[in-house]
């Protein structure tokens, strides 16, 4: 080969290794976090995270269902008089709708969830530490997608675990998700949607170390909230290809959680009518700014403070 010619293919394969592996490790990760969840679920029910937090006193606009007052009533009963603390009661109704208000798999969770908390020493993650976190505006302020659903929705690109000690991942995400679900039964009921914005995202967005992957795994899925869509927007081809050769080993019922979506050159709210209006967009690809301006983080504590 001329050197030249030699060269662009000597970068090329570089790059397409660099892309392959990339792919790889967010699929597994995608995959092991999937089965994770069925693992834990009740055969047969649809898809499905709790900070020590105080939560709002925002008043809720409706009634419990009947069906959800006798899941709470149990799940009170179930947790009493054993040895693992009962989740507060504003939180028994999240803990319930984690397990689409199957009593004994919550119950599961609940005990399933302190045990992280002690493990992974989450409660030890400073409010400072936190919002230092945040800071990087990985996580960006949205409303709701086409079915109603509260959107998390995270900007993987400036997104760096390596930077974050297992526990703050965990923390970061456990608040995120309390403060979505915390002031509303409607949003337990539909359950979160989270968007992960891929584009741009390089290896320096994935950690490799797996005591970390080990423990945010473990945080994300021992946490009781229910999570009903998760779209990855504007994956390479090879993210594609992976999910195709991985999903069977996740069950149905769980595959379906999760979309892709290609938004072009996203050069109207058009680009992305299939995950929510334009005016449910966050300001940075053209929402509402006055409406989406604060930063993640001090909605999430105002969310969560009493």
């Known amino acids: 080969h001329h050197p030249t010619v030699a060269m662009i293919e000597h970068v090329s394969f570089q790059y397409a290794s660099y892309v392959l592996i990339l792919a790889v490790a967010l699929t597994a990760a995608l995959l092991?976090?999937?089965?994770?969840?069925?693992?834990?679920?009740?055969?047969?029910k649809g898809p499905v995270g709790l900070s020590k937090r105080p939560r709002s006193t925002e008043q809720k606009s409706d009634s419990l269902t009947v069906p959800e007052e006798e899941a709470v009533?149990?799940?009170?009963?179930?947790?009493t008089g054993q040895d693992t603390?009962?989740?507060?009661?504003?939180?028994?109704?999240?803990?319930?709708?984690?397990?689409?208000?199957?009593?004994?798999a919550a119950a599961a969770l609940w005990r399933r969830h302190?045990?992280?908390v002690r493990s992974l020493r989450v409660a030890e993650v400073r409010d400072e530490r936190v919002l230092e976190a945040y800071s990087a505006g990985f996580c960006v302020l949205a409303g709701e997608d086409v079915d109603g659903r509260p959107m998390i929705w995270v900007r993987m690109k400036l997104s760096v675990p390596t930077s974050m000690t297992p526990a703050l991942i965990v923390r970061n995400t456990w608040l995120a998700q309390d403060a979505m679900l915390g002031p509303s039964r409607k949003a337990n009921r539909?359950?979160?949607?989270?968007?992960?914005?891929?584009?741009?995202?390089?290896?320096?967005?994935?950690?490799?170390?797996p005591h970390a992957l080990h423990a945010a795994l473990w945080g994300a899925t021992s946490h009781p909230s229910h999570i009903s869509r998760v779209w990855l927007l504007d994956a390479p081809r090879i993210f594609h290809v992976a999910w195709a050769a991985g999903k069977h080993f996740v069950p149905p019922e769980v595959r379906r959680l999760v979309r892709f979506a290609g938004t072009g050159s996203r050069d109207g709210p058009e680009s992305f009518?299939?995950?929510?209006?334009?005016s449910n967009l966050p300001a940075y690809l053209g929402g509402d700014h006055a409406r989406f301006r604060q930063p993640f983080a001090e909605w999430m504590f105002d969310q969560l403070e009493i």
Not at 85 to 104: C, G, I, K, T, Y
Request: hydrophobic residues 45%; contains cysteine; negative net charge.
């Open 32 to 44: 092991w976090l999937l089965r994770s969840w069925s693992a834990h679920r009740p055969a047969g």
């Open 114 to 116: 302190l045990e992280a």
């Open 190 to 209: 539909n359950g979160i949607c989270f968007v992960y914005d891929l584009e741009g995202v390089g290896l320096r967005n994935v950690s490799f170390d």
């Open 273 to 278: 009518a299939e995950i929510c209006s334009p």
């Open 85 to 104: 603390q009962p989740p507060p009661d504003d939180l028994v109704l999240q803990v319930a709708w984690a397990r689409d208000l199957d009593v004994e």
């Open 73 to 79: 009533r149990r799940l009170r009963e179930l947790l």
